[in-house]
Structures are given as structure tokens and as C-alpha cells.
């Protein structure tokens, strides 16, 4: 078991209600309405402009080459995230400044505003922890939804968005962050501080659901 599967395990429900949640299953279906996956995109492209923050404070708390190396990987990988975004919003005739000037969602600023936060008053380990559950489990979920690959998704209402979490490298980058999280672990945590670390990996997983949470809602506003 590695860390992230230790850190899983410890915190399952919060995970699965994530992983699992409404909005998931809908997007997996095709159900989702399509407003709800609008009002989700434009928050998420907020979102990962504040994530892209919070990878470049891990490359600042870093002390080694290698720490700094997976901090760049991610902070690259959250800005090529946002192409998928850009993309998107621009076919509902939303410009880049469009997205940029909406205001960010209560959900939106509770969870990055967290990370950031535990990255602030935390140490590397501490800040990883927090961003965990992001990028790896995204990755998850791209798996998820693609039960018969990614082909199948041929003319899926969703597929360009599941096809990017699912693809190979999205795959790859969620790999490399969950192995270099748990040589950080190996490196840096010691068995006292698993609770607390499982109580942030839990947090950010619940602020998780709460965004997918923020997408259905506005449906039925
Ligand atoms: C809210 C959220 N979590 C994770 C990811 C994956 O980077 C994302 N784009 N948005």
C-alpha cells in the first residue's frame, strides 16, 4: 500500500462521496444538464489558476531538485489543463476574460483558498497531501467513466472532458504525483502525524464533492 492508498483507506467516505458523487454519475450517463457542467468549467478554469498557485508554493517549499522537478510538473500540467477549459467555454461564446471576470464561487475559494493554506502554515508533505486529492483523483474518476476505453466515448455529450482526465497523459502526470508523494512520505513523515494528515486529505476530498455539488445546484437555481 502506498501513502495515497493509506490515505484513502483512511478516509473512504469522504473519497467516495468525491469519486461518486451526482455530478459524476450524471456526466458518466450523459444526464448531466448542460448548465451544470458550464457553471462547473467556468469555476473550474478559476479553480486552476489558484491550484497553479499553490503547485509553484510546493516548488517554494521545496529543498531539493527533485521536490522542486515535481512541483514544475504540476504547475505545468494545471496550466495545460486550462486549454481543455479555454476550448470549451469559447464554443458557448465565452472569451478567456469572460471566464477570468466571473466571480469565484463560495466552493470555488473554500477549497483553494484551503490548499493554499495548509501550504502556507504547512510544510511539502502537508501541502502534497492537500493536493492530492485533485490530481490523482481525477485521474480515478477519468478511469471510472471509461470502462471500455476512451473510443467508446465516440459521441459521449461528455467526452472531451472525460477523454482528458482519462487519457495517457493526464494518467501520467497523476502517476508521477502519487509517486513522488509517497517518496516524500518515505522521506518526511513519521506514524504521529498520519492522523493529521489523513484529516487534510479527508477535508480537501469533502471540498471535492462540494464543487461538484456547486455545478448541480446551479442547475436548479
Ligand atoms: C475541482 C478540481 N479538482 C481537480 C481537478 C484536476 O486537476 C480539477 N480540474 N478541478
Known amino acids: 500500500m502506498d501513502i495515497f492508498d493509506r490515505l484513502k483507506a483512511a ?18 450517463a450523459g444526464t448531466l444538464p448542460q448548465s451544470a457542467f458550464q457553471t462547473y468549467l467556468v469555476q473550474d478554469y478559476l479553480f486552476l489558476i489558484q491550484f497553479a498557485r499553490a503547485w509553484a508554493l510546493a516548488a517554494y517549499k521545496s529543498r531539493t531538485p527533485a521536490d522542486i522537478r515535481a512541483a514544475q510538473a504540476g504547475l505545468a500540467a494545471i496550466l ?38 495548509c501550504g502556507a502554515a504547512g510544510d511539502l508533505l502537508e501541502l502534497h497531501v492537500a493536493l492530492a486529492p485533485c490530481v490523482i483523483g481525477y485521474a480515478e474518476i477519468g478511469n471510472n467513466l471509461t470502462p471500455n476505453g476512451i473510443a467508446a466515448l ?32 518515505a522521506r518526511s513523515m513519521t506514524e504521529q502525524r498520519f492522523d493529521e494528515l489523513v484529516a487534510v486529505f479527508a477535508k480537501a476530498s469533502r471540498l471535492e464533492a462540494e464543487f461538484w455539488q456547486m455545478g448541480l445546484d446551479s442547475a436548479q437555481a
Open 11 to 28: 478516509a473512504t467516505d469522504d473519497w467516495n462521496s468525491y469519486v461518486d458523487h451526482a455530478f459524476v454519475r450524471q456526466m458518466g
Open 80 to 117: 495545460d489543463e486550462t486549454d481543455l477549459h479555454v476550448r470549451l467555454c469559447a464554443r458557448w461564446g465565452l472569451s478567456q476574460e469572460d471566464i477570468e471576470s466571473a466571480p469565484e464561487h463560495q466552493a470555488t475559494v473554500a477549497y483553494t483558498r484551503y490548499v493554499l493554506d
Open 154 to 185: 465516440a459521441d459521449h455529450p461528455y467526452r472531451e472532458w472525460i477523454g482528458e482526465y482519462a487519457g495517457e497523459v493526464y494518467q501520467g502526470v497523476a502517476a508521477a504525483a502519487r509517486k513522488h508523494l509517497d517518496e516524500l512520505a
